[in-house]
């Protein structure tokens, strides 16, 4: 951990406890007619409505659930920044555009459970290869052939939204159902350890793709040292797409590349977190593990750990994987009538804005915490469906 410096709290930072407060309340914008129009002037309404019709209006509490996260940024030291804008970065940067029902990605789409609406998102091989398990004995094998999308349909719409959460969540699928996210999208636990914060605190971020890269890139711009760690088996899928778009998340941090299969690598990682202030990752709480990390000891000696999860790290659906446009849908942000996704996996760049917001606030706060983020249950939180 770094020295322990006599830097002052800012004026008008928010304390952790504030930021629990804030979101025990769906925001609600005070002026809705003027949040939609910023709405509209950002790149995030471009991403909303049917591919050949016109943008949607932004959801009630959407504009001001990312201005307040916004202000308190600021207020904290943090960079200024525009949380419409922010919300449609990635597809801006990608040159991505609205497609309705089908995620502006092209991996999640929005389908006919028996019972009601879910999000099947196939962001990864492994996913369409799920695809039999996932409907049931009867459908396996050559009854099902994942690349039909009319049988695939008609199999979805034979099963219960319940009976689905249960089996992806196993299968490790993601899956987006309504009513599904946790009550609340951070849970902080608490261990009051440090009288000051730390004139420039280490942050190492074991994170990849879009929320935690984002919170890290946050940090980076408001003083903190970061240092992205990442596998030479499994690199940040996000250098896959826009360079820009990378840059513009990660540019500001040290970069670290390890292997976890070698007793050398997992020693480096071990350094790396014993001299962090901030522990931040992306990943299902065993997976970590295997790399001989635990988050509760981290915080028993002060560091402020944030866990990024799809549906946090206890609960309901915690074994579950989510990604931003699946978890949105779990925690109701999306339209109906016509039925569409809300922007571009809304959940990953709000829930990574929460996050850089939290963090800065338990180190102002001069404590060890652990905080406890989930996508779906930022969605809710946005949403007012929580």
């Given at each position: 951990m770094t020295s322990v410096g006599s830097m002052a709290r800012p004026v008008g930072s928010p304390g952790l406890d504030e930021v629990e407060r804030w979101i025990c309340t769906p925001p609600r914008a005070d002026d809705p007619v003027a949040a939609n129009r910023r709405w509209l002037r950002s790149t995030a309404a471009d991403l909303s409505g049917p591919v050949d019709g016109p943008r949607r209006p932004a959801p009630d509490g959407l504009v001001q659930g990312v201005d307040v996260l916004a202000s308190a940024l600021a207020a904290s030291g943090g960079p200024s920044v525009d949380g419409p804008v922010l919300v449609g970065a990635r597809a801006a940067a990608a040159g991505l555009g609205r497609?309705?029902?089908?995620?502006?990605?092209?991996?999640?789409?929005?389908?006919?459970?028996?019972?009601?609406?879910?999000c099947l998102n196939l962001a990864r091989p492994e996913d369409f290869d799920a695809l039999p398990a996932l409907v049931g004995p009867e459908a396996r094998g050559p009854l099902?052939?994942?690349?039909?999308?009319?049988?695939?349909?008609?199999a979805l719409a034979g099963r219960t939204r319940s009976e689905l959460v249960e089996a992806a969540d196993l299968l490790g699928l993601p899956l987006g159902v309504p009513g599904t996210a946790p009550s609340r999208p951070l849970v902080a636990s608490i261990v009051p350890l440090r009288s000051e914060r730390p004139s420039q605190p280490v942050v190492v971020e074991f994170g990849s793709l879009w929320a935690a890269p984002l919170c890290g890139g946050l940090l980076a711009r408001a003083g903190c040292r970061v240092v992205k760690v990442e596998s030479v088996h499994r690199p940040d899928g996000a250098r896959r797409g826009p360079a820009s778009f990378f840059a513009s998340l990660n540019s500001a941090k040290e970069e670290v590349t390890?292997?976890?299969?070698?007793?050398?690598?997992l020693e480096q990682v071990r350094r790396l977190v014993d001299g962090a202030d901030v522990?931040?990752?992306?990943?299902?709480?065993?997976?970590?593990?295997?790399?001989?990390?635990?988050?509760?000891?981290?915080?028993?000696?002060?560091?402020?750990?944030?866990?990024?999860?799809?549906?946090?790290?206890?609960?309901?659906?915690?074994g579950g994987?989510?990604?931003g446009d699946d978890a949105a849908v779990s925690g109701g942000l999306v339209f109906d009538e016509p039925r569409g996704f809300v922007a571009d996996a809304v959940a990953d760049p709000v829930t990574g804005m929460l996050a850089a917001v939290a963090v800065r606030a338990a180190l102002d706060d001069g404590v060890g915490a652990l905080l406890d983020l989930s996508l779906a249950g930022t969605a809710g939180w946005l949403a007012g469906s929580t």
């Open positions: 497609r309705g029902a089908t995620s502006v990605g092209g991996n999640a789409h929005l389908l006919e459970a028996a019972d009601g609406m879910i099902l052939d994942p690349t039909d999308w009319p049988a695939v349909r008609r390890v292997d976890p299969t070698t007793k050398a690598g522990v931040l990752e992306a990943s299902r709480p065993r997976a970590l593990a295997h790399w001989g990390l635990d988050a509760q000891a981290e915080v028993a000696r002060g560091v402020v750990w944030a866990s990024i999860t799809g549906y946090g790290r206890t609960g309901q659906r915690s994987v989510a990604f």
